[in-house]
């Protein structure tokens, strides 16, 4: 005979079905839908069973309810890694660049060189084109020496 597992049952469950039946985010429903099982009387292996997960997985979130309730079911993200280059620093190094004819490899082994930060050229594309809106163009040589009007004489003759 499988052990039972206890659940904190002070919520109410025609609530908890209610909570269930409204939840829009598959994960928190995922979970609920354990909860529910559990508060029938059915076993963590038949749960696990059930919804395709570990046993550990239900345990988890059993123990999580019983701390939290629905609060402690609901994922809860920390926000990832902090950027190597501030929101600042990259507004800074979009201004030294605008208008010099820098392509993206130049760019990031520019911060490389400057800010000691080893970026993929991906990142830096992703950052410069998608984030900050830096038109395409490929850079050219320019005769420094060329009149500002050669083109219009040019097109005269």
Request: proline share 4%; hydrophobic share 30%; glycine share 6%.
């Amino acid at each position: 005979m499988p052990k039972r597992s206890h659940v904190d049952t002070t919520y109410p469950k025609d609530a908890l079905d209610r909570l269930y039946r409204s939840e829009h985010d598959g994960r928190v429903k995922e979970r609920l839908l354990a909860i529910v099982l559990l508060y029938k009387g059915e076993s963590i292996t038949y749960t696990a069973y059930t919804i395709q997960v570990t046993r550990q997985t239900v345990t988890t979130w059993l123990k999580s309810w019983n701390k939290a309730g629905y609060q402690g079911i609901k994922p809860s993200f920390s926000g990832g890694y902090a950027p190597r280059l501030s929101q600042k620093e990259w507004d800074e190094l979009v201004e030294q660049i605008k208008g010099k004819g820098y392509d993206i490899e130049q760019v990031r082994q520019k911060i490389q060189k400057e800010k000691g930060v080893a970026y993929t050229y991906k990142m830096v594309w992703y950052k410069l084109r998608k984030q900050y809106k830096l038109p395409y163009g490929k850079p050219y040589m320019q005769n420094q020496k060329m009149p500002a009007e050669a083109a219009k004489e040019i097109k005269k003759k």
